[in-house]
T-cell receptor, first 112, second 110 residues
Framework: DVKVTQSSRYLVKRTGEKVFLECVQD?????MFWYRQDPGLGLRLIYF???????EKGDIPEGYSVSREKKERFSLILESASTNQTSMYLC???????????FGPGTRLTVL | GQSLEQPSEVTAVEGAIVQINCTYQ??????LSWYQQHDGGAPTFLSY????GLEETGRFSSFLSRSDSYGYLLLQELQMKDSASYFC???????????FGKGTMLLVSP
């Protein structure tokens, strides 16, 4: 079974802190994605990566950056956390050319 | 811009059939997916339609009409465990990125 793991289920940070969210997948998938999910807004794509060291902006990249140094690991970075970044963050992966995305359990981030 | 419209909430009783509609307006279109998400859980893949027509997987079926920019998810023989949120999502690029709808909460009652 494909497994996507995220470093924390719950995280509380202060405004202005640098935050790292880690995601690891164990199935050698080329594609990895970061979404945020907010009530009534569905899932919105922040960044994605289709290969090691490659990254592309999604629909809402402002305030975020990403890093993919190894194929299995995709990190989301909040350079200076703000309260409007309080959200559920979901990581996903997929293999070309399949269309199914496999999601991790999510990290619920609260920025105070 | 990209937009997907689906009802915010649908209610039904056990054993019934329910249809969740999705209409979309996206700059690119490769196919329509459906995902299920239980409260507190991760989204899980249900189906993908690239071509017009009906795809059946057990109690769930998904339909696509590309000319109408419309699809639906059909759930038959509803069970209590089907209470969840259901998201339609358009694959809109060659990178396999998805644009998601806002989700439909399905409430199944006894």
């Amino acid at each position: 079974d494909v497994k996507v793991t995220q470093s924390s289920r719950y995280l509380v940070k202060r405004t202005g802190e640098k935050v790292f969210l880690e995601c690891v997948q164990d199935m050698d998938h080329e594609n990895m994605f970061w979404y945020r999910q907010d009530p009534g807004l569905g899932l919105r794509l922040i960044y994605f990566s289709y290969d090691v060291k490659m990254k592309e902006k999604g629909d809402i990249p402002e305030g975020y950056s990403v890093s993919r140094e190894k194929k299995e690991r995709f990190s989301l970075i909040l350079e200076s956390a703000s309260t409007n970044q309080t959200s559920m963050y979901l990581c996903a992966s997929s293999i070309q050319p399949n269309n199914e995305q496999f999601f991790g359990p999510g990290t619920r981030l609260t920025v105070l | 811009g990209q937009s997907l419209e689906q009802p915010s909430e649908v209610t039904a009783v056990e054993g019934a059939i329910v249809q969740i509609n999705c209409t979309y307006q996206t700059s690119g279109f490769y196919g329509l997916s459906w995902y299920q998400q239980h409260d507190g859980g991760a989204p899980t893949f249900l189906s993908y339609n690239a071509l017009d027509g009906l795809e059946e997987t057990g109690r769930f079926s998904s339909f696509l009409s590309r000319s109408d920019s419309y699809g639906y998810l059909l759930l038959q023989e509803l069970q209590m465990k089907d209470s969840a949120s259901y998201f339609c999502a358009v694959r809109d690029s060659g990178y396999s990125t998805l644009t998601f709808g806002k989700g439909t909460m399905l409430l199944v009652s006894p």
